[in-house]
């Protein structure tokens, strides 16, 4: 691919005006076994769809489901597939993956491409890829050998636990919309961390292809140009989002080609300076200046205070392969650690996909970890007694899974039991056995909708629990462990995640988009893989479920259950709701016996890369 030339912008249809208002094979293609018929790929979803609303509740369920069938074929989705034999890089957006394959191709390591895969994804994927967000990396440095860095965001030093709360105790939209939405961004030195610690190549040179994409031109691909017509309304409050993305009311089409040359500028900062052009100098003043003018309350001090965190990787064991994720502040590798543990005696692999068993499986020990998710978990700098050897120990984990009847347990009765999006992953592994699994995020799409020198900035403040009890923006009720407080890092969903297979081999490298979706996501992925031995498109692929502890639904993707299996899921106490209209998004890359294969996700777009 070769990048734009350009910076005209060329419409390529005709627009509507807005109104006012991832073994693993274990040897992945040289041991499937034989799975029951998967259904085929879900209808399209909007990528950003379920940050914009909280999840649906039973009135909102189409009075039609769309049931699998037995005569569902298996999802095909070529366009997203990419193989490589020494290398591959999968990301959401195609023009970011070939920056990314690039950097591989030239020598690179797998960190080099994953921080100019990012940089690049800050341009051409705007509702997700950052400058003014946060995220976390894992990296497989070697066998044995893995590492996590933490560039979440932070709550201004101004920030208080009822900023977000209205006279009368209730949550406003302020944590969701606008200026004070915004946490401190840490993706700019979260970036420049891991490769100071772990790059090869020179900085400058990770950095200066999203320069040419942002200054030249990028083209906009279908997914992006839905999004932006979907949050259009949001990014026109602000005008300086809506010139880039919304110019005369007029949301960009899928073919346009658009430079940014104040996003340029900033990342030339950004190239010469390392963090200091962006926490300090003219971005940070830009930064504070907007912040002024909008009532938020990021500082200058807040900005040159900010420092990404390293931190010891979560690992866990799930059959006979070791899996490596994040800890807190991201919940998900705890959440994954515990569905596994659970389910560690029940072989899901003998079970019919998404039969009555599979799903109840799932359900109450996704009940479980969410709960112990929603109550106990939050950032350790503030929260220095999460029981993480109780959540993740065989015997209590044991405990809980004796508790899994053969019905529905009310999730009202699970936190008994426990006292005492938008975001955007890139994946991607090197010759060398290096393996990166990358999740940034600005929260909900395009974040909390104010542009600073080209870049939005995030929404992640609703991450915490603005009113402990209270359902967020993605419908977690969440608990005084994650109220606000300065400095401290709100608690996440993201789940980077790696598997090595008994060898000590990198086998799996997975990640999502999606708010608690994600977790979900990733774990399917997996699951779907090494439990069912599917290949890796279709792992990614097939329709999934999903259950969050609160609210006590289980949202059910299109083609996803039969309608036999939905008849028995009701019958057991299941509340189902076919309304939810997205279930995250994945990609992810798994070892073949020819090397490497990826797959991005075709609810979200994107591509797999490599040589």
């Known amino acids: 691919m070769t990048l734009p030339t350009t910076s005209t912008v060329r419409r390529a249809r005709p627009r509507r005006l807005l109104g006012a208002s991832v073994l693993l094979g274990i040897g992945l293609a040289a041991c499937q076994r034989t799975a029951p018929p998967p259904p085929p790929p879900p209808p399209e979803a909007p990528r950003d769809a379920a940050v914009a609303v909280a999840p649906p509740t039973p009135a909102d369920t189409p009075k039609e489901p769309v049931y699998r069938t037995e005569t569902t074929p298996d999802p095909v989705v070529p366009a997203l597939l990419g193989t490589g034999k020494t290398f591959l890089v999968v990301s959401e957006a195609a023009q970011a993956t070939e920056v990314g394959r690039q950097v591989l191709a030239t020598g690179g390591n797998a960190v080099d491409a994953a921080v100019a895969t990012a940089f690049a994804l800050a341009v051409v994927h705007p509702s997700a890829g950052n400058l003014g967000g946060g995220g976390f990396a894992v990296v497989r440095v070697a066998k044995g050998k893995a590492v996590a860095l933490d560039f979440r965001e932070t709550a201004p030093a101004a920030a208080t636990d009822t900023m977000f709360l209205d006279e009368k105790g209730n949550p406003t939209l302020d944590s969701r919309v606008g200026h004070r939405a915004s946490g401190v961004p840490g993706s700019v030195a979260g970036l420049y961390e891991l490769h100071r610690k772990l790059g090869k190549k020179p900085w400058k040179d990770l950095v200066e292809p999203a320069i040419r994409l942002a200054r030249e031109g990028f083209?906009?691909?279908?997914?992006?140009?839905?999004?932006?017509?979907?949050?259009?309304?949001?990014?026109?409050?602000?005008?300086?989002?809506?010139?880039?993305?919304?110019?005369?009311?007029?949301?960009?089409?899928?073919?346009?080609?658009?430079?940014?040359?104040?996003?340029?500028?900033?990342?030339?900062?950004?190239?010469?300076?390392?963090?200091?052009?962006?926490?300090?100098?003219?971005?940070?003043?830009?930064?504070?200046?907007?912040?002024?003018?909008?009532?938020?309350?990021?500082?200058?001090?807040?900005?040159?205070?900010?420092?990404?965190?390293?931190?010891?990787?979560?690992?866990?064991?799930?059959?006979?392969?070791?899996?490596?994720?994040?800890?807190?502040?991201?919940?998900?590798?705890?959440?994954?650690?515990?569905?596994?543990?659970?389910?560690?005696?029940?072989?899901?692999?003998?079970?019919?996909?998404?039969?009555?068993?599979?799903?109840?499986?799932?359900?109450?020990?996704?009940?479980?970890?969410?709960?112990?998710?929603?109550?106990?978990?939050?950032?350790?700098?503030?929260?220095?007694?999460?029981?993480?050897?109780?959540?993740?120990?065989?015997?209590?984990?044991?405990?809980?899974?004796?508790?899994?009847?053969?019905?529905?347990?009310?999730?009202?009765?699970?936190?008994?039991?426990?006292?005492?999006?938008?975001?955007?992953?890139?994946?991607?592994?090197?010759?060398?056995?290096?393996?990166?699994?990358?999740?940034?995020?600005?929260?909900?799409?395009?974040?909390?909708?104010?542009?600073?020198?080209?870049?939005?900035?995030?929404?992640?403040?609703?991450?915490?629990?603005?009113?402990?009890?209270?359902?967020?923006?993605?419908?977690?009720?969440?608990?005084?462990?994650?109220?606000?407080?300065?400095?401290?890092?709100?608690?996440?969903?993201?789940?980077?995640?790696?598997?090595?297979?008994?060898?000590?081999?990198?086998?799996?490298?997975?990640?999502?988009?999606?708010?608690?979706?994600?977790?979900?996501?990733?774990?399917?992925?997996?699951?779907?893989?090494?439990?069912?031995?599917?290949?890796?498109?279709?792992?990614?692929?097939?329709?999934?479920?999903?259950?969050?502890?609160?609210?006590?639904?289980?949202?059910?993707?299109?083609?996803?259950?039969?309608?036999?299996?939905?008849?028995?899921?009701?019958?057991?106490?299941?509340t189902l709701d076919f309304g939810s209209p997205f279930f995250g998004a994945a990609n992810a890359i798994a070892r073949t016996k020819a090397g490497w294969a990826g797959a991005g996700d075709p609810r979200s777009g994107g591509a797999a890369m490599g040589d």
């Open 219 to 574: 083209v906009i691909d279908e997914h992006t140009a839905k999004g932006i017509a979907r949050r259009a309304e949001l990014l026109l409050k602000y005008p300086k989002s809506a010139e880039i993305w919304v110019p005369d009311r007029t949301p960009r089409a899928a073919g346009d080609t658009v430079s940014i040359p104040l996003l340029a500028l900033a990342l030339e900062r950004i190239r010469d300076q390392g963090p200091a052009g962006f926490y300090q100098g003219p971005t940070a003043q830009a930064i504070v200046d907007e912040m002024k003018a909008g009532g938020g309350l990021i500082t200058a001090e807040d900005l040159a205070g900010y420092r990404a965190v390293w931190r010891e990787p979560l690992r866990f064991s799930y059959r006979g392969t070791s899996v490596i994720s994040m800890p807190p502040p991201s919940s998900g590798g705890i959440v994954l650690a515990m569905t596994a543990g659970m389910l560690r005696k029940t072989e899901l692999g003998k079970l019919p996909w998404h039969g009555y068993e599979h799903v109840h499986w799932l359900v109450e020990t996704w009940r479980r970890a969410f709960a112990a998710r929603n109550e106990l978990l939050g950032d350790p700098a503030f929260v220095n007694d999460m029981p993480l050897t109780t959540l993740l120990s065989t015997a209590y984990l044991d405990k809980l899974a004796a508790t899994i009847g053969p019905g529905a347990t009310p999730s009202t009765d699970v936190k008994a039991l426990l006292e005492g999006d938008h975001t955007t992953n890139l994946s991607v592994v090197d010759p060398n056995g290096m393996a990166v699994a990358l999740t940034t995020t600005l929260n909900t799409a395009f974040g909390s909708g104010v542009t600073v020198h080209g870049f939005l900035l995030n929404n992640e403040m609703d991450d915490f629990a603005v009113k402990p009890g209270t359902p967020n923006v993605f419908g977690l009720v969440q608990w005084s462990r994650n109220r606000i407080e300065p400095g401290k890092r709100m608690l996440s969903s993201m789940t980077p995640t790696i598997v090595e297979d008994r060898t000590g081999e990198v086998a799996l490298v997975v990640g999502a988009q999606g708010g608690p979706r994600i977790i979900s996501a990733v774990w399917q992925t997996l699951s779907n893989v090494i439990d069912f031995g599917y290949p890796v498109g279709t792992a990614v692929a097939l329709p999934r479920i999903h259950h969050q502890h609160r609210p006590d639904l289980v949202l059910v993707e299109a083609s996803s259950i039969t309608r036999e299996t939905a008849d028995e899921l009701r019958a057991a106490g299941y």
